[in-house]
């Protein structure tokens, strides 16, 4: 259909026109992506804990494996979301945005005034609970906007995860820049920082995030691609940066050009949403203006009428059928999910995998010092895997995508594959090569990152979307219990013992309330190596989820949203059609 309606069907004229497209743009469904971006970007402040563990560590005198004690809580109360799950499942996503924002601003604020010593030295018990309830509130975040994404956009969900969780892996990047303009070199403050920042941009948004019914359009894939090209480009200034910033002191005033170049590329995505919305808002306009009858009715939100009346199935209850559970694809119920063989597969992985990256991620602080690199290094250790972290989850996602789509490879492929890699990444550490420590940090900062779009975007596969926000927690809820038996239980243990050592050998004793530090590639290089073991184990795990789901990849998994979706590709307005009909490019 041929679109016409002459010059006053063209372009924005006039305050009322500008209104009705500003509207249009801020109510629309990309800017609840846009909005999720700015989200994530602020939420990553648990992958910065390496920027200021040592504040910690010296203020209150603490060993290694009561550091590890603490990274450990922070991990949990970042993965443990069952909380943010349930809540997400019976409120809207502004109650699970609000709830997160004041946990953050609580946890985060208690820890900086223990640090400066503006309150009186809590109790480690107390520290842990602080740092678990700030850590917490990441999971509200993610819950918040990523589950609502996800459901918004469900046949893109690849690159959905991938893009947003991208943002979140280079938040502790861009935080690191607007930290240094802002407070320039005071390391406690950034503390602070993270404690206020993400607050406000959840509550700046909490009107902003919500579910709107997909609607498929045939250019949407092609959005999200100029997404990833922005924060590509985002990405690539930070580690140019990175890199500056490491040869050449910069003075606060550098700092805040750098921070402003951040913030510009962190808002461009509004160039992309707007002109999107303005297509939209053009074709209602155009309908509008020429209502000549058409075989369809260009409605966003309307329901696609089947020829025949659909069938309704009776609803499982969560109590029923829990060891008789459907075919792989179809909504699963939470106690199905929990007892299937899928999940404990996935489980392992997240234990040995995740767990394992995580311990190498949170240690690099003392790592770098006890392989005696120097502080700006250290440093710069972060920054690679917050950059590094990021290209994981737009790789995997993006990547993951179009081999499904194309070759029909099974997701659960690319995840082994990348906890593979990570056994790379933990046996440089473990032997100290020369300069070994920037490519480790370049590897687990990819596979960290690489693992968390996989998993979450398998259990939607595999399990259905319907409890898609308690799934999506039950997910990472392993990682927790993996670093704590890798990190507290072990590697702590083993650092502290051969720092035990080292001062016995010097004659010296540890005095109460003095920090321990080990120097020497003996002090972590057994931890990786067991590292490695059991992370191959998890490899070998893994390998086996890809044969039992082999069959499910070869099928057409998006096949129910197809049927079920609003608004299909025949059903729009030939947006695409020639100039003198219509051009709303």
Known sequence: MAFGGGADAVGVHGWRDMKSLTIQVITGRWFVVFASFLIMAAAG????????????KSTLGYDQTTLNLLSFFKDMGTNVGILSGFINELTPPWVVLAIGAVLNFFGYFMIWLSVTQKIAKPKVWQMCLYIYIGANSQSFANTGSLVTCVKNFPES??????????????SGAIITQLYSAIYYDDSKALILLIGWLPSVVSFLFLATVRYMKPVRRPNELNVFYNFLYISLALAAFLLVMI?????????????????????????????????????????????????????????????????????????????????SPPERGEDYTILQVLFSIDMLILFICSIFGIGGTLTAIDNLGQIGKSLRYPKKSISTFVSLVSIWNYLGRVFSGFVSEHY????????????????????????????????????????IGFCFGAQWPLLFAIISELFGLKYYATLYNFGSVASPLGLYLLNVVMTGHLYDKEAKKQLAALGLERKEGEELNCIGVECFKLSFIIITAVTFFGVIVSAILVVRTRKFYKGDIYKKFRNDITVTEAEMPRVNASKEEIDVT
């Open 45 to 56: 402040a648990t992958y910065m804990f390496g920027l200021y563990s040592s504040d910690i």
């Open 157 to 170: 969900r690849g690159v959905v995860l991938g893009i947003l969780k991208g943002y979140l892996g280079l």
């Open 243 to 323: 890199i500056i910033q490491k040869r050449v002191d910069f003075t606060q005033g550098e700092y805040g050009v750098s921070a402003a170049i951040v913030l510009f590329l962190l808002f461009l995505p509004l160039a992309t949403i707007s002109i999107e919305e303005y297509k939209i808002w053009h074709i209602k306009r155009l309908a509008s203006v020429d209502p000549s009858p058409s075989p369809v009715t260009v409605t966003e939100g309307q329901r696609v009428k089947p020829n025949e009346a659909e069938a309704v199935s009776k609803e499982t209850k969560w109590w029923e059928n829990v060891f």
């Open 404 to 443: 499904l789509h194309k070759y029909k490879v099974p997701r659960p492929l690319t995840l082994t594959l990348t906890m593979l890699l990570s056994c790379v990444g933990h046996l440089l550490i473990a032997f100290d090569l020369p300069n070994g420590l920037y490519p480790a940090s370049v590897i």
